[in-house]
């Protein structure tokens, strides 16, 4: 079964610096899907970026960028110039062909003014 | 474009009061489709899937039942809600099988 390991229960960052988030998995397979997805205080899941593993080039959506090390199993998100609307909690996921979308326990960030 | 419905978006319940929440997506076609519970500052607990009509697994047991009587709505319920029930429940549905998920604005349900 795969898992998905997030280390940082919280972070906190300043306003315009930039933040790093963690997230590791295991897995025995070559082809499959990351996805960082965002939870704000709304509690609403937004989708913030995806990663195809057969990629080697890391995605990038405006301020949010990931670094993947796909022989690490590590699957890093960068939040570039933090704005106060980036506080959210903040879940790593996995996906493989046929199975389910597995999640890590998540990162409370919290941008301060 | 793809939308997808959840309500109610709150819910105060009794124990032992029968449950039902509903989901439906729009804009597409035999999509697959999850009820998830989430904590109060914890992770997401996946409670059921579906990959069509009538089709439904059960990821935990648990005092809850889900069905999907039509192919874009997907159903939660229970017969007597515990105390244990309360929390934030969320759908989701998904177009294949490495598709990321699309969530619905959740119902926070809070038994008392």
């Known amino acids: 079964a795969q898992t998905v390991t997030q280390s940082q229960p919280e972070m906190s960052v300043q306003e315009a610096e930039t933040v790093t988030l963690s997230c590791t998995y295991d897995t025995s397979e070559s082809n499959y899907y990351l996805f960082w997805y965002k939870q704000p205080p709304s509690r609403q899941m937004i989708l913030v970026i995806r990663?195809?593993?057969?990629?080697?080039q890391n995605a990038t959506e405006n301020r949010f960028s990931v670094n993947f090390q796909k022989a690490a199993k590590s699957f890093s998100l960068k939040i570039s110039d933090s704005q106060l609307g980036d506080t959210a909690m903040y879940f790593c996921a996995f996906r493989n062909a046929g199975n389910m979308l597995t999640f890590g326990g998540g990162t409370r960030l919290m941008v301060k003014p | 474009s793809q939308t997808i419905h959840q309500w109610p978006a709150t819910l105060v319940q009794p124990v032992g009061s029968p449950l039902s929440l509903e989901c439906t997506v729009e804009?597409?076609?035999?999509?697959?489709l999850y009820w998830y519970r989430q904590a109060a500052g914890r992770g997401l607990q996946l409670l059921f899937y579906?990959?069509?009509?009538?089709?439904i697994s059960s990821e935990v047991p648990q005092n809850l039942s889900a069905s999907r009587p039509q192919d874009r709505q997907f159903i939660l319920s229970s017969k007597k809600l515990l105390l244990s029930d309360s929390g934030f429940y969320l759908c989701?549905?998904?177009?294949?099988?490495?598709?990321?998920?699309?969530f619905g604005s959740g119902t926070r349900l809070t038994v008392v």
């Open positions: 579906s990959v069509g009509i009538g089709q």
């Open positions: 804009g597409t076609s035999n999509p697959n």
């Open positions: 989701a549905w998904s177009a294949g099988e490495f598709s990321g998920y699309t």
């Open positions: 990663q195809e593993a057969y990629k080697q």
